[in-house]
């Protein structure tokens, strides 16, 4: 893996575990793309079944469910840390199997954190204690993953960003997700431009960090400092 961005290192206690696990998988991730691309594939992965969201249990996971190992659609860094509720689990493989249909190109994103397998205090983190948040790192240049390291505006990979973060919003399973109001501003921009999403449906999964009662609203990213690096991801439960 070689990783061309520019820009300083985050955390070297989770890149350097990841250049090691993962330095050698990607001459296997292109086999596979060349595999992928001989497959005919359905214009969409078949939609999640609608279920309901687990209930919140502070401290614990509902359901411990462990990140099946799946490298053609992503790549774990500590399998240990990779545990949540079956309901975050299945959202994040059936948005990884969309991402992989709409870029086929692109590399496997590599899963940070998710939580420990009963849950509770997780080093590094406020969250990750219920199985119900994960961390994604961020796309660059043409659908290089950028391993955990800050992505800056100019680098940042919009097209597969925008193409992960929707496969997540279309899972109708996620709470909200955090990234990097500079991040954010360029999504917006290329969104805008492209013609992908009106200005209404922008505000809709952008809504500003100043919109009353933002932390009501679900399926929306919120912009939050020191999310360069990754996207974190938050599923729902439900209180009652
Ligand atoms: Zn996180």
Redesign the pocket.
């Known amino acids: 893996m070689t990783v061309r961005l520019g820009s300083r290192i985050g955390n070297m206690d989770i890149i350097t575990p990841l250049i090691l696990l993962f330095g050698a998988g990607y001459s296997n991730a292109s086999e596979l793309r060349m595999w992928l691309d001989e497959e005919p594939l359905a214009a969409q992965y078949p939609a999640l079944p609608e279920e309901t969201a687990p209930l919140c249990t502070p401290d614990q996971i509902a359901e411990p469910t462990q990140l099946p190992d799946l490298p053609q659609l992503y790549a774990r860094w500590d399998p240990a840390r990779s545990w949540g509720t079956a309901y975050t689990v299945e959202g994040i493989i059936a948005a990884a199997e969309q991402v992989r249909l709409d870029r086929p190109q692109a590399e496997p994103f590599i899963i940070g ?1 998710l939580s420990w397998e009963h849950g509770g205090f997780l080093p590094g ?1 406020r ?2 204690r219920e199985g119900l ?1 994960a ?1 994604i790192s961020l796309y660059f240049g043409d659908g290089e993953q950028a391993a955990f390291q800050d992505v800056p505006p100019s680098k940042l990979d919009v097209r597969t960003t925008w193409t992960l973060i929707e496969a997540l919003l279309d899972t109708g399973r996620v709470d909200y997700i955090l990234l990097d109001p500079a991040l954010i501003q360029t999504l917006e921009r290329w969104l805008t431009s492209e013609g992908v999403l009106t200005a209404e449906e922008i505000t809709a999964v952008f809504p500003p960090a100043n919109t009353p009662r933002i932390w009501e609203l679900d399926s929306i990213v919120r912009p939050a400092a020191r999310h360069r690096n ?1 996207l ?1 991801v938050h599923f729902r439960c439900r209180r009652y």
């Open positions: 954190d983190h969250d990750h948040d961390d990754h974190h």
